[in-house]
């Protein structure tokens, strides 16, 4: 099982986000995440399009933008750098590091994203923390509420969530389209190759690929 401190740098996160990666499990983190973004002060002082919409706490950093028509309903903690793009919908306790990227109709719910960590365009991200310089292909769901219910346990380990999706470590790559299913780990720097459907936990310095046969026939 890879805990915590093997998925992130933690002497490369700043605070206040290095306190919320304390504990050993990685969806612990998730608990973590939820107090802190209950403690955020309604700060908004970045840049926000006139046809976005804020509705509750939120801090957004002085260089922080939102986009056209993005939707974000607090509590969220919006760092430095990160942005929200163009009909993206953040909600349920959303906290973006300096310079992430939340794209072009994603979904991002009860998350924590490491700094320059994205997720550019048509994600579905949920109850999931993702590492520094984490990039999500377009299309990537990280789904977090298993088929038949009850609570997610992981190589044995029973986390007591019902919503868990994945823990992704720092410089992971994750290919077009690709699942995860509930509860996935993925160690660091690992490259997920597009279509790909994953579910358990995968090391670090791997790559995962989806072999699959392709027929070409005549018409007739």
């Not at 099982?1 to 093997?6: E, H, I, S």
């Not at 919409?53 to 028509?69: D, F, K, M, Q, S």
């Not at 579910?199 to 699959?212: E, N, S």
Request: hydrophobic content about 45%; aromatic content about 6%; some cysteine.
């Amino acid at each position: 099982m890879l805990k915590t401190a093997q998925l992130f740098a933690l002497d490369r996160v700043c605070e206040p986000l290095r306190a919320l990666l304390a504990p050993d499990y990685p969806w612990e983190v998730l608990g973590r995440l939820d107090h802190f973004v209950a403690t955020v002060s309604n700060q908004r002082l970045g840049r926000i399009h006139p046809t976005a919409v804020v509705n509750g706490p939120v801090y957004l950093a002085e260089t922080a933008v939102i986009y056209p028509h993005a939707y974000i309903e607090g509590p969220a903690w919006i760092g430095e750098g990160a942005e929200v793009g163009h009909g993206a919908l953040v909600r349920g306790g959303v906290v973006l590091g300096p310079d992430a990227k939340v794209g072009h109709a994603t979904e991002v719910k009860r998350s924590l994203f490491l700094e320059g960590a994205k997720a550019p365009h048509f994600n579905y991200v949920g109850d999931a923390v993702v590492g520094r310089q984490v990039n999500l292909g377009a299309g990537v769901r990280l789904a977090n509420l298993q088929v038949f219910n009850g609570t997610i346990r992981i190589e044995g380990i029973e986390t007591g969530l019902r919503k868990f999706s994945a823990a992704i470590g720092d410089e992971v790559s994750i290919g077009c389209n690709a699942v995860l299913s509930p509860g996935t780990i993925i160690g660091p720097r690992t490259v997920v190759y597009n279509g790909a459907m994953l579910r358990g936990v995968y090391p670090a310095d791997t790559v995962i690929k989806l072999r699959q046969t392709l027929e070409s026939a005549p018409r007739r």
